[in-house]
């Protein structure tokens, strides 16, 4: 009977190590896992919120425009899989919250050469499971650094091109009970372009100048306000009339 319990126990850790590997190359336990890019969400009064959910929406990959920004700084949302150990009844402290530290980050190009290695410190917290769900918290680190997204820029600016990047991250931190955690490396593709998020609509031309297109229209054209980006050049499309001087706003340029 010891032996038919032990060659389940391994089938089971073997099948749990398996599919940990195999769905975001996890290097530890899984108690702090990396569950995705968080969509950003519509500014209101010129700031966003994002709210952490489980079920997203999440973002397949990221949009970088070196036209405007120099690096890319998504926000993540973080689980913490461990069961709580808090007990108020008994004076038992809650140890398996989670403090956040910074993350670990490389960045290579599609063929897999590396454009930069660095770490990010920041800071968060994320509670313990509860009810069976993962403990969630959103979490803000740099997946593209200046020096990666520069490199990018030097291929891509001439020809208003795109370059496809791959960020491998893996998160740090403590819990509240002085235990060192790392989640597994997770990889998120990246799309470094040069004006890709630049759009150009109807309305956004001044009909008075010669040369047309020119995207010279006022932004108060059409009288409805022009929806600003959470982050200019990140993952959201910016209206060409909020970008006016810059070549990659510019139509003729094209």
């Given at each position: 009977?010891?032996?038919?319990?032990?060659k389940?126990?391994?089938?089971?850790?073997?099948?749990?190590?398996?599919a940990?590997?195999?769905?975001s190359?996890?290097?530890?336990?899984?108690?702090?896992?990396i569950?995705?890019?968080?969509?950003?969400?519509?500014?209101?009064?010129?700031?966003?919120?994002?709210?952490?959910?489980?079920?997203?929406?999440f973002?397949?990959?990221?949009?970088l425009?070196?036209?405007?920004?120099?690096?890319?700084?998504?926000?993540?949302?973080?689980?913490?899989?461990m069961?709580?150990?808090?007990?108020?009844?008994?004076?038992?402290?809650?140890?398996?919250?989670?403090?956040?530290?910074?993350?670990?980050?490389?960045?290579?190009?599609?063929?897999?050469?590396?454009?930069?290695?660095?770490?990010?410190?920041?800071?968060?917290?994320?509670?313990?499971?509860?009810?069976?769900?993962?403990?969630?918290?959103?979490?803000?680190?740099?997946l593209?650094?200046?020096?990666?997204?520069?490199?990018?820029?030097?291929?891509?600016?001439?020809?208003?091109?795109?370059?496809r990047?791959?960020?491998y991250v893996k998160?740090?931190?403590?819990?509240?009970?002085?235990?060192?955690?790392?989640s597994?490396?997770?990889?998120?593709?990246?799309?470094?372009?040069?004006?890709?998020?630049?759009?150009?609509?109807?309305?956004?031309?001044?009909?008075?100048?010669?040369?047309?297109?020119?995207?010279?229209?006022?932004?108060?054209?059409?009288?409805?306000?022009?929806?600003?980006?959470?982050?200019?050049?990140?993952?959201?499309?910016?209206?060409?009339?909020?970008?006016?001087?810059?070549?990659?706003?510019?139509?003729?340029?094209?």
């Open positions: 009977m010891a032996s038919t319990t032990r389940i126990v391994a089938g089971l850790a073997g099948a749990a190590f398996a940990l590997s195999a769905s190359c996890v290097d530890n336990d899984g108690s702090l896992v569950i995705g890019i968080m969509s950003p969400p519509v500014a209101t009064g010129g700031t966003c919120a994002y709210t952490a959910n489980i079920i997203g929406p973002l397949s990959y990221g949009t425009d070196v036209a405007f920004a120099d690096q890319y700084i998504p926000t993540l949302l973080i689980g913490n899989q069961n709580p150990q808090g007990n108020q009844s008994i004076d038992r402290v809650e140890t398996d919250n989670v403090i956040l530290q910074g993350a670990i980050v490389r960045v290579t190009d599609a063929a897999g050469a590396t454009l930069d290695n660095y770490t990010v410190p920041g800071d968060g917290f994320v509670p313990p499971s509860s009810g069976g769900t993962a403990g969630i918290a959103s979490f803000a680190t740099t593209v650094s200046p020096t990666a997204a520069d490199a990018a820029r030097q291929e891509v600016a001439a020809n208003f091109g795109t370059k990047l791959i960020a998160v740090y931190g403590t819990t509240t009970g002085g235990t060192h955690l790392e597994g490396e997770v990889a998120f593709p990246v799309n470094a372009c040069f004006g890709c998020l630049v759009t150009f609509p109807d309305g956004s031309d001044d009909e008075a100048q010669t040369v047309q297109p020119n995207c010279l229209a006022t932004s108060s054209t059409g009288g409805s306000a022009i929806t600003q980006p959470c982050l200019t050049g990140q993952d959201q499309y910016i209206d060409c009339r909020l970008c006016q001087g810059n070549v990659a706003c510019d139509p003729a340029a094209r």
